[in-house]
């Protein structure tokens, strides 16, 4: 078992940045692939989308195409921390941003990933 704590959420205005954390524990989450996921506010209804995703080692990002000229994903394998550093945020990025944690080494849907966080609310101002 591994539990996700997501933290960093708020509000922010248009062309602002805001970091992201995640921090897991329990069974080597270091070897996990991890990933941050998003969806709309007020539809809980809605499937998340991807926002990033990082390998174990570090070695390997991906990211959604709304967001891979803006957003950095990177990982503290010694804290066991994941990081989302959003930049140039928009009002479109306003989502509740969950993390996400799997075994396999190189998950980007949402039904590669096992464990997930409660979520943190990002909300963007125009």
């Known amino acids: 078992q591994v539990r996700l704590v997501e933290s960093g959420g708020g509000l922010v205005q248009a062309g602002a940045s805001l970091r992201l954390s995640c921090t897991a524990s329990?069974?080597?989450?270091?070897?996990?692939?991890m990933a941050w996921f998003r969806r709309p506010p007020g539809n809980e209804r809605a499937a998340v989308s991807i926002?990033?995703?990082?390998?174990?080692?570090?070695?390997?990002?991906y990211y959604g195409d709304s967001v891979e000229d803006r957003f950095n994903i990177s990982r503290d394998n010694a804290k066991n921390t994941v990081f989302l550093v959003m930049n140039g945020m928009k009002p479109e990025d306003t989502a509740v941003y969950y993390c996400?944690?799997?075994?396999?080494?190189?998950?980007?849907?949402?039904?590669?990933?096992?464990?997930w966080g409660q979520g943190t609310q990002v909300t963007v101002s125009s």
């Open positions: 926002v990033a995703s990082i390998t174990g080692s570090g070695a390997v990002t």
């Open positions: 329990g069974d080597t989450p270091g070897r996990y692939s």
């Open positions: 996400a944690a799997d075994p396999r080494p190189d998950g980007v849907t949402p039904e590669d990933f096992n464990y």
